[in-house]
């Protein structure tokens, strides 16, 4: 052994009793957080009220029954008293109060405040990509709070400490019933806030899981299937009623629903998975990415050769991007229409998808798709001049240039579209946010949810 070698951890120890004796002497010091510069509007206070924690005050938390709850946020909103990190969430979950329990080690208390607007937290502590922490006030001192990290902080501890089967009651004390056909997010954040009202409520859904998209489509390596079904459990245990592998539509009409219930609440999502019509889009070997998705979530080990092509620019074609690598490519390719700067997947996936080897194409679009024996043998690629034209409406214009890349797998990541054939010919009419149709039954209330990642900040609800 080398005599540095001897000497080198010893006088580490030695360095670091030093600093820690040196810190036993200095005074106690309390730092105020966030300090924020001076320049800042004065309406975004909300994160000093942390100082009420440090002086032992009770944490403020922002409360209210499912019915009042929007009204207290347009309330909040119009007096400019709403924290920035609460209007930035789609659900405007109380991130500053679930911060606040936190750093007064009130975890269960925490993960419980997240619960009430935010059905599963710790789903959400996995995969939101979390705008609470991108106007988060800290970030003029440092960096944000970890507020989606937290989620997953205080599911550990709930999950740790408090849930046991049986830990919850439920909270059916009403004779209504309502019926959800899907039991996605949506129907399930619909099916919790009917049950707080004490509501009963039973969701219909075609699968044999609950969680929509989160089971079928988001892959296994960034969420945990134990932390859904955990969370799915919880509602499950407030009263909610599953009835798995039941199309609507198929197994039972909406009308049998309507005569056997008080309202039905349709929350189907965008279910159907889409490809783009060219040439060869048929052959086998092209995939939409929720086909494809499904397949790989499902344990179906979908079929893919050992070059893939990804089209288009966003999280979903990172997903199946990386998916891919996952189920045996050795080479993914993501093509899309955009630049580095112009792609719309957020930097975490596609930096993420990089990391992995997989490689990116900007600004070409697909042509066509060669197919040799009955086989996808590659695909044809032409050059992007324009996305939008004069008046910003989505148009692309492409140039004469073309390439070919060799590959036998094409996935097509070009957004969803709506299966709601089982509506039949009933009229509904669309608006930008919520479909809402009314029903000629006396006493019942239908209506049609799709939810996304991203809702709205109270000035713009419907
Ligand atoms: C690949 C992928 C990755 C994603 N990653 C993220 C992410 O990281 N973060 C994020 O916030 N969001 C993400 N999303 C988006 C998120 O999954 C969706 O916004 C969300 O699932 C929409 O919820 P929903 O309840 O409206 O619809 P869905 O989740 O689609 O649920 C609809 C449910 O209705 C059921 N259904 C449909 N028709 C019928 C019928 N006739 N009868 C009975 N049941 C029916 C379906 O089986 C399904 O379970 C991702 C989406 C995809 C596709
Ligand atoms: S992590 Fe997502 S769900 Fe949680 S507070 Fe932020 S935006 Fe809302």
């Known amino acids: 052994m080398k005599w540095d070698d001897l000497i080198r951890p010893w006088t580490s120890i030695a360095k670091g009793g030093a600093q820690s004796f040196r810190q036993l002497l200095s005074p106690p010091t309390t730092i105020f957080y966030p300090f924020e510069p001076a320049p800042l509007s004065p309406r975004w206070r909300g994160p000093l009220r942390l100082r009420g924690v440090m002086d032992g005050l009770e944490p403020p938390v922002t409360d209210a029954p499912p019915l009042e709850f929007n009204d207290l946020m347009n309330d909040l909103h119009d007096r400019q008293r709403i924290a920035p990190c609460q209007g930035g969430c789609p659900a405007n979950v109380d991130a500053r109060g679930q911060n606040a329990l936190v750093a007064a080690g009130r975890y269960i208390e925490a993960y419980n405040v997240v619960r009430r607007r935010n059905i599963l937290p710790a789903v959400l ?34 999950d740790r400490e408090v849930r046991y089967p049986g830990h919850l009651q439920s909270l059916v004390c009403r004779d209504e019933h309502v019926a959800i ?53 919880d509602l499950e245990e407030m009263g909610i009623e599953f009835k798995l592998g039941v199309e609507v539509g198929k197994d039972v009409t909406l009308d049998e629903l309507r005569a056997t219930h008080d309202a039905v609440v349709v929350a189907v999502g965008y279910s159907g998975g889409r490809t ?3 040439p060869g889009s048929e052959a086998p070997g092209v995939w939409s990415a929720l086909d494809f998705l499904y397949a790989y979530c499902m344990g179906k080990e979908p079929r893919v050769g050992p070059q893939v092509v990804t089209i288009g620019g966003g999280d979903v074609a990172a997903d199946c991007s990386r998916s891919s690598l996952r189920c045996g490519a ?21 930096d993420g998808a990089h990391e992995e ?26 050059k992007v001049i324009s996305r939008f034209d004069e008046s910003g409406r989505w148009d692309p214009r492409f140039s004469d240039e073309t390439t070919m890349v060799p590959c036998d797998t094409v996935i097509f990541a070009v957004g969803q579209g709506l299966q709601i054939d089982f509506l039949g010919d009933r009229a509904w009419s669309s608006t930008r946010w919520v479909a809402p149709w009314s029903t000629r039954v006396p006493g019942t209330v239908e209506c049609l949810a799709f939810s996304s990642p991203a809702t709205w900040p109270p000035d713009r609800r419907p």
Not at 181 to 201: E, K, N, S, T
Not at 207 to 216: A, K, Q, S
Not at 336 to 343: A, D, I
């Open 125 to 158: 502590g996995y995969v939101c990509n979390n705008p609470c922490e991108d106007v988060c006030r800290r970030s003029y001192l440092d960096d944000p709070i970890a507020i989606r990290q937290l989620h997953r902080d205080c599911y550990e501890v709930y």
């Open 181 to 233: 056909v899907g039991a996605g997010p949506a129907g399930l954040a619909v099916g919790y806030d009917l049950v707080q009202m004490g509501y009963r409520v039973s969701i219909y859904d075609r699968e044999r899981l609950p969680g929509g998209l989160l089971v079928t489509s988001v892959p296994l390596y960034r969420l945990d299937r134990e932390v859904v079904a955990k969370e799915i459990r």
């Open 276 to 278: 783009l019509p060219l």
């Open 330 to 350: 050795t080479r993914s390719v993501i093509a899309m229409l955009e630049t580095e700067e112009e792609m719309p997947g957020q930097p975490i996936e596609m």
């Open 357 to 382: 080897g997989v490689e990116f194409m900007h600004r070409w679009g697909p042509d066509s798709i060669v197919v040799e024996d009955g086989k996808v043998a590659g695909i044809k690629l032409k």
